[in-house]
């Protein structure tokens, strides 16, 4: 085992990650800790855009932007952390071509602007050019920017180390403080300590809880799990997004800028059927509204395919020479993988697991709650690991690009600025016992049961029973599978047992995450008899202000030492509570587009 | 296929619909904490005719042998994880479909060549970041900052968005003869990264890194035999970047 020291310690080079490491490592002594080499981060797969009030193209401001906010997010958005986002999204844009992303321009050279779903003008009346692009690889490029000034600005990076665990400890004036965290180095299989005064999550999202996802393989949730073991809050987690248009059958997604760009759904009879669900702004209404709006379909027969199990995202009435030059990539998908020639047919869609809302919980300065009110000093979150909460109930697309460029950004500056004053706290005494534990537990098995066959029972029920729509019966279903999942865990077994790039034990213990967050997502979704954004209750098809406008926070009892089994670290028993939503300036409104 | 063609959501239906078949995929395996050189072993999966070679590796991993070892993770050819050599060719495991392969015959997979082998198909990507970081691979401006972005017009932006593609992948690099004769050699992928910025109009560290490029090790190593550009999985125009960063060199416009 090794032990560093740092001031800093930031966990994920994704675009969180890397926007908080500018900041910081301007400031105090910082290390990068990520499981990925920083630009295979999946910020490097967004497409569409990232919205803020420029007024480029056509008058916008940002408290427009705000409303929107949080009128998508079905009002389960805290405005202040909204209006924050929203001020700042237009610096953040800025910095980063400043930083030298090079955006789509307009015809004076200017950043250009394009529509996407839920952002309007004025507070609903029409569609607004708000998304800033390139092309339909704005994340590749926010990626490889934010990466490019890492490396200018000789950023420190430990590649392919993966975090398992947070420490805290007791400071010197008695207060519980942020010690460090532990980690893996894949490529030796050694134990890492790394002492820091604070530490930042930006670990990303869990989309591999579900089967059918846009998510990549490595979005396991890691992050929240570990400070879920530690006894920390997870904050609306029973919020997931859809996505409208993933490549059905496959998830891939094809980003809502194709109809920004003017891409229509349509069903088996080729009708606008958008037309019936959102009759104001049709096809670019939130994607909550879309993906119930396409799964009615499917579910009432007006699916296409032989299977009538999806609908048709039309192109074929743009010009190629435009589809070329705004949706390159997302064709290029439809016809890698699908064999489908975009000009000329129709792509076949279907939603797709897509976003977090939930996480850890933070204040707008992205401190970490351990609960309603107070935070563990020295711990931040940020990005889609975190909740602070700009997405509410429903995020819209472009805000989590911006999501993490604002709040990665004050991440970076507090973790940065908490370090330089507060004292160093212990280690406590053998830090590294339970990634030890969970390691040599499920390394050192001779037999039991196979990762697969778990993830694969984990991902088809929660598809099943915990996806687009919900009832009391399908996630009491999902929860019992999950019981004997968290059973079957405590045997599961890898067959390679060495020390050098052993990725079947890392698939393991991301699994364990996996089902620990599957609950959690559950619980809060069974708790929650209402149907809000992300959230919708078949059996409680209404949006219940009066009981449910407020946050879910789930906990748990934290792992101790005396845990009989640290390789399959699950509690008997999750609780909820509720923490009240921050309105400002916007009161509840019916959501209608 | 057409949009009326099958394309169903649960394996059930997919089995169903789409047809499956039976490939072989010969693998080359090195375990450095027991092997002394690496060596082939032969797998049989059963394939989808949507699946790509990366779900075969897949289903090897997790249902025949978990200690095969290769990196991925956004499985659609966004991350640049997972190149490796596909009967020979440079290429990501999650964009090429088994099917167009030729399925027929057993399928080769090794890992990329030049790069120090670790374990299986994973090799040591730092030298090739490396040569990447070396070329400076930011924007670099003089003068002060304008308070809103700075105006470019959609042609300067256009005249390098083909090198704004490169996910860092390593495909290029490690198709190339030279590449694999000296290692020393930039390779491909920092020389397309220094055109993204050499033929950016916003920037002035244009003929620093030209000097860089200058060097021995730099462009004109290139020999100009195009692995490079049939290698990329983004389609990028590898060789013609490398001409237009030679041709700045010697009339010094960009
Ligand atoms: C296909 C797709 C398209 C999208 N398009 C858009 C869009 O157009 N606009 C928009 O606003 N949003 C979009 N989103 C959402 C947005 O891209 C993500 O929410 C956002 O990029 C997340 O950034 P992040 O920095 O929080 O996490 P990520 O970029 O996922 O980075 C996570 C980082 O954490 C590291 N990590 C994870 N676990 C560990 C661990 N245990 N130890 C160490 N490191 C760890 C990883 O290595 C990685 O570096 C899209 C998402 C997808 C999937
Ligand atoms: S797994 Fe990301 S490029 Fe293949």
Known sequence: MQIHKYDVVIVGAGGAGMRAALESSKRARTAVLTKLYPTRSHTGAAQGGMCAALANVEEDNWEWHTFDTVKGGDYLVDQDAAEIMCREAIDAVIDLEKMGLPFNRTPEGKIDQRRFGGHTRNHGEAAVRRSCFAADRTGHMILQTLYQNCVKQDVEFFNEYYVLDLLMNTGPDGIERTAGVVAYELATGELHVFQAKSVVFATGGAGKVFKTTSNAHTLTGDGMGVAFRRGLPLEDMEFFQFHPTGLAGLGILLSEAARGEGGILRNADGERFMERYAPTIKDLAPRDIVARSMANEVREGRGAGPNKDYVLLDLTHLEPAHIDAKLPDITEFARTYLGVEPYTEPVPVYPTAHYAMGGVPTNVETEVLRNNTDVVPGLYAAGEVACVSVHGSNRLGTNSLLDINVFGRRAGIAAAEYAVDAPWVDLPENPEWLVEGMVEGIRGRESGERVVDLRKALQETMDRNVQVFRTEASMKEALGVIEELKERYANVVVQDKGRRYNTDLLEAIELGFLIELAEVITLGALARKESRGGHFREDYEARDDVNFMRHTMAYRPPVTVEEESPSAPFADEVTLDYKAVTVTRYQPMERKY | ?254
């Open chain 2, 1 to 254: 296929m057409t949009a009326t063609a099958t394309q169903p959501s649960s394996d059930e239906q997919k089995a169903g619909a789409v047809p499956t078949f039976t490939v072989t995929l010969k693998v080359q395996r090195y375990n450095p904490e027991v092997d002394e050189a690496p060596h082939f072993e032969t797998y049989e999966v059963t394939a989808h005719a949507t699946d790509r070679v990366l779900d075969a590796l897949h289903q090897i991993k997790w249902e025949q042998d978990g200690s095969l070892t290769f990196r991925r993770s956004c499985a659609h050819g966004v991350c640049g994880s997972d190149a490796m050599r596909i009967n020979g060719k440079n290429r990501l495991a999650c964009k090429t479909l088994i099917k167009d392969v030729n399925p027929d015959k057993p399928i080769t997979v090794e890992p990329i060549k030049g790069l120090p082998l670790e374990k299986d198909l994973v090799v040591d990507m730092e030298p090739f970041f490396d040569a990447y970081r070396e070329i400076q691979p930011f924007l670099i401006t003089n003068g002060h900052e304008p308070t809103r972005e700075r105006i470019q017009s959609q042609a300067d932006r256009d005249r390098f968005d083909d090198t704004t593609k490169c996910i860092l992948c390593a495909a290029c690099t490690t198709s190339c003869p030279v590449f694999w004769n000296d290692g020393q050699y930039f390779g491909p992928a920092a020389i397309v990264n220094a055109h993204r910025f050499i033929f950016d109009s916003r920037d002035d560290g244009g003929s620093q890194r030209l000097e860089i490029l200058n060097d021995k090790e730099g462009v004109w190593r290139c020999r100009t035999t195009f692995n490079c550009t049939d290698a990329c999985p983004r389609g990028i125009q590898v060789t013609k970047a490398i001409q237009e960063v030679k041709r700045a060199l010697l009339t010094s416009r960009f």
